[in-house]
């Protein structure tokens, strides 16, 4: 009978040991937080299965505000809204001094001279003794032309816009325009299609830019780097990248 009732007595021990356990795990303090794979919810905010979760929703584009995989995007996927008309050819392309008013041959010897020196102080003679300065920034026309390419260097001495200069001239050229706003233009294929171009003249157009430069101008169906313009009477017109009309 006594072997019977501690039998029993410890059946009922065991039960209300399980139930006060079971009510302690089930217990959350108020000011303790839940955990959500890895990451903490606020007091009181049950548990959050990751399949649970709504989807992702962007931010207003109108908002200004970021979301988390970045700024918002509010251009148009980055194609060209226009592409200028081509004003040559592949037959206009020439090389060297072929087909160069004498005055136009002479500074063009003159800016590959200057551009060998590693110093870009000297292009400031070619530019100063033109009454007018050349462009060199569509969106800054009244600076020091030297102080402005210096500044769209890679280096800062300027010596990376040298290297792009001499090696621009040393590619061919066309001329484009009529009586006063003729130039003669370097490289060509700143006003040849792109999508003209035989391999030859792409390896020309590597010599350059970069592949992935080329990939993209591709797709922008037009060249968008740096260019030289320079007028019959041997004045420099622009020394700069985009387009000049």
């Excluded at 009732?5 to 065991?14: K, P, R």
């Excluded at 649970?52 to 970021?66: C, R, T």
């Excluded at 300027?158 to 621009?168: F, K, N, P």
Aim: with cysteine; net charge negative.
């Amino acid at each position: 009978m006594r072997t019977v009732t501690l039998c029993a007595c410890a059946t009922i021990l065991s039960a209300l040991a399980l139930v006060i356990a079971g009510a302690a795990s089930a217990y959350v303090p108020e000011d303790e937080p839940l955990e959500r794979g890895g990451a903490t919810a606020g007091p009181n905010i049950p548990a959050m299965r990751l399949e649970d979760e709504p989807p992702f929703a962007p931010a207003d584009p109108d908002s200004g505000v970021q979301d988390d995989f970045g700024p918002i995007d509010h251009s148009t996927g980055g194609e060209a809204t226009s592409v200028p008309e081509p004003r040559a050819a592949l037959a206009d392309i020439a090389y060297g001094d072929n087909g160069l008013p004498e005055a136009v041959a002479k500074v063009r010897a003159d800016l590959l001279e200057a551009a060998r020196t590693g110093d870009i102080e000297a292009l400031r003679p070619i530019f100063e003794r033109q009454r007018i300065p050349p462009i060199v920034d569509t969106f800054d026309t009244t600076g020091d032309p030297i102080e402005v390419l210096r500044l769209q260097s890679g280096d800062p001495e300027g010596r990376e816009i040298l290297a792009i200069l001499s090696e621009i001239l040393e590619t061919g050229h066309v001329r484009i325009g009529e009586k006063s706003t003729t130039t003669y233009v370097w490289p060509y294929f700143a006003e040849v299609p792109l999508n003209v171009l035989t391999p030859t003249h792409y390896v020309e157009l590597y010599r350059v830019l970069t592949a992935v430069d080329v990939e993209e101008m591709a797709r922008l169906k037009r060249y968008t780097f740096f260019r030289v313009g320079i007028a019959p009477d041997g004045r420099v017109r622009y020394l700069s990248a985009g387009d000049i009309e």
